[in-house]
């Protein structure tokens, strides 16, 4: 069983900056695309930020130029820097892995980030 555990969420201030970390528990990290999604209350969970196995990486138009997406498979880590935060990004943050040769997927538990002043 895999499992996803993320850290680095709380609360910051406009403007402010968090970094999420995601941890895998196997050593199949490098196998796996990984995704950021995000929650906010009464809304659909959406895709944040993607790494493929290989590097490639995408983001949500309205994160681009603030969220940065990064993994460390030696540490079978996933990373989230997050700049310029704006109460719009208030949300429950999800780390997602997917293989996409046998679509395998597991998540997190989710980490919450608010931004407020």
């Known amino acids: 069983q895999v499992q996803l555990v993320e850290s680095g969420g709380g609360l910051v201030q406009p403007g402010g900056s968090l970094r999420l970390s995601c941890a895998v528990s196997?050593?199949?990290?490098?196998?796996?695309?990984m995704n950021w999604y995000r929650q906010a209350p009464g809304k659909q969970r959406d895709l944040v930020a993607t790494i493929a196995s290989f590097g490639t990486t995408s983001y949500a138009d309205s994160v681009k130029g603030r969220f940065t997406i990064s993994r460390d498979n030696a540490k079978n880590t996933v990373y989230l820097q997050m700049n310029s935060l704006k109460p719009d990004d208030t949300a429950v943050y999800y780390c997602?892995?997917?293989?996409?040769?046998?679509?395998?997927?597991?998540w997190g538990q989710g980490t919450q980030v608010t931004v407020a002043s």
């Open positions: 196997r050593n199949i990290f490098s196998l796996y695309t």
């Open positions: 997602n892995a997917f293989q996409p040769i046998n679509k395998y997927t597991y």
